[in-house]
Nanobody, 119 residues
């Protein structure tokens, strides 16, 4: 079992920056693919950024060039650096850990952290 706890969400003005953290416990996540997802009111949850166990990253088109995902396996933590924030980035941001096995897939979610971009 893996427990994920996000932190770092806040109210920020347009153009500002935030860094989200996702601390994992219960098991090492170094072999997991990790990701950040977000869900705005009235919308479906969408992927923001992912990083594989080998460090390969992928981003949604809407955040490319503004957001950076990274991981520190020694700290069992994944980060999302968000720059040049826009009002449309407002959402609850969720951390995700996924491990694909031969016969099953393990998926874990955090409880979410609120990011609000507003003047």
């Amino acid at each position: 079992q893996v427990q994920l706890v996000e932190s770092g969400g806040d109210l920020v003005q347009p153009g500002g920056s935030l860094r989200l953290s996702c601390a994992a416990s219960g098991s090492s996540t170094s072999i997991y693919s990790m990701g950040w997802y977000r869900q705005a009111p009235g919308k479906e949850r969408e992927v923001v950024a992912t990083i594989t166990s080998g460090g390969i990253t992928n981003y949604a088109d809407s955040v490319k060039g503004r957001f950076t995902i990274s991981r520190d396996n020694a700290k069992n933590t994944v980060y999302l650096q968000m720059n040049s924030l826009k009002p449309e980035d407002t959402a609850v941001y969720y951390c995700n850990a996924k491990l694909v096995l031969v016969l099953s897939t393990r998926v874990y979610w955090g409880q979410g952290t609120q990011v609000t971009v507003s003047s």
